[in-house]
């Protein structure tokens, strides 16, 4: 069983940077693909950032192209999302994941393990 644990949200100004953490524990970290979702109040979990087992492949939502770089430290089981010029509509929990089926995946669903989320709250 595969444990995730985020760090790192917490309240900012627009314009300000976050970076999250997410240790994992409890399996072979560099076999997992892992990502990056958020969920805002009332609205559905949205896919943000995935990175491959290697870190060699990266993906992005559209609205973070440019500003949030997730990167892996396989050594240290860990995967971070830096997130710079932040927006009021980044607000939002966000939830670190784990796939394993696939070395890169964009779907919630097809994510086998997830962190119990941060809280990311950007003020204008």
């Known amino acids: 069983q595969v444990q995730l644990v985020e760090s790192g949200g917490g309240l900012v100004q627009a314009g300000g940077s976050l970076r999250l953490s997410c240790a994992a524990s409890g399996g072979t970290f560099s076999r997992y693909g892992m990502g990056w979702f958020r969920q805002a109040p009332g609205k559905e979990r949205e896919f943000v950032a995935t990175?491959?087992?290697?870190?060699?492949?990266?993906y992005y939502e559209d609205s973070v192209k440019g500003r949030f770089t997730i990167s892996r430290d396989n050594a240290k089981n860990t995967v971070v999302l830096q997130m710079n010029s932040l927006k009021p509509e980044d607000t939002a929990e966000y939830y670190c994941?784990?796939?394993?089926?696939?070395?890169?995946?964009?779907?919630?669903?097809?994510?086998?393990?997830w962190g119990q989320g941060t809280q990311v709250t950007v003020s204008s």
């Open positions: 990175i491959s087992r290697t870190g060699g492949r990266t």
């Open positions: 994941a784990a796939v394993t089926q696939m070395t890169i995946a964009t779907r919630a669903h097809e994510y086998d393990y």
